[in-house]
């Protein structure tokens, strides 16, 4: 059963420093056991972070739909795991008002840094919260997940202009907005025809991203994480996609010498 000084101690074993920006995906199943549950680990993240910023996602991208469109981000729950769910509620943080993949934040800036998802016509529109992971040399972690969950990286692909990841029309939303007025917005989903969810083919750039020093795995309770760069990660595929820019849909792998080659010379 891990305590919550337990797990202030991976965190520095991580090398994290109290500072730093950091948006964490996560699995509680993968944790393992922990003294007060999903609310431990929030404490444990709140604590460490508080003079940071610790951002997770708060992603509602399941459940809104043109029929379920009213996106109310006090209400609304994330479809993506407790974690993120106990964080949205707790006192001080603020979540953006993005309808499908908004985020919620705590610490040094948070308010600041959520602002204006309720102008952006994209999931992850450059610009917006998730691209602005690397205008704040944020750190990544992936707890007990790999990066089928990493939405960086389709903040990345919307940067470099990847084909074939939107709509061709947008869906309308409502956004309840802080004054209880509603907003109305249009948003392009994610969306290629070969493969619905198109995260699932992000694990081909795993290695790619622990050879070139984007990524290292670490530890947190039982949980087998994955530590990222966000500014790396983005160099790291922008290499890798500079090959072909589909290749993540087109191909089965990645051909090692993509990255490889220039790394030996």
């Known amino acids: 059963m891990y305590?919550?000084?337990?797990?202030?101690?991976?965190?520095?074993?991580?090398?994290?420093?109290?500072?730093?920006?950091?948006?964490?995906?996560?699995?509680?199943?993968?944790i393992g056991p922990v003294e007060g549950g999903a609310d431990t680990v929030v404490d444990a993240f709140m604590e460490y972070?508080?003079?940071?910023?610790?951002?997770?996602p708060t992603h509602t991208w399941a459940q809104m739909s043109e029929e379920y469109s009213l996106f109310d981000p006090k209400e609304e729950p994330a479809c993506v795991g407790i974690i993120p769910n106990v964080f949205r509620k707790r006192e001080g943080v603020v979540r953006s008002l993005h309808p499908t993949h908004s985020i919620a934040a705590y610490g040094q800036a948070a308010e600041e840094y959520v602002k204006g998802e309720d102008d952006v016509t994209t999931p992850c529109q450059p610009g917006g919260c998730w691209s602005r992971l690397f205008d704040i040399d944020a750190k990544i972690l992936m707890l007990g997940c790999t990066h089928i969950r990493n939405t960086f990286i389709h903040a990345v692909e919307e940067h470099l202009n990847v084909p074939e990841r939107l709509t061709d029309e947008p869906v309308q939303f409502q956004i309840k907005m802080p004054d209880e007025s509603v907003k109305e917005v249009f948003i392009h989903r994610h969306y290629n025809p070969l493969q619905p969810h198109i995260s699932e083919e992000y694990d081909k750039l795993a290695q790619a991203f622990y050879d070139l020093g984007a990524a290292r795995k670490v530890k947190f309770g039982d949980a087998e994480c994955i530590l990222c760069e966000a500014r790396k990660l983005y160099e790291v595929t922008e290499k890798v996609l500079s090959h072909e820019i589909n290749c993540l849909i087109d191909r089965k792998e990645i051909p090692r010498e993509w990255w490889e080659k220039e790394e030996k010379k």
């Open 3 to 30: 305590s919550k000084d337990d797990l202030l101690k991976d965190l520095y074993n991580m090398g994290l420093q109290h500072t730093d920006a950091i948006m964490v995906h996560s699995s509680m199943k993968a």
């Open 49 to 56: 972070f508080k003079d940071g910023l610790f951002m997770t």
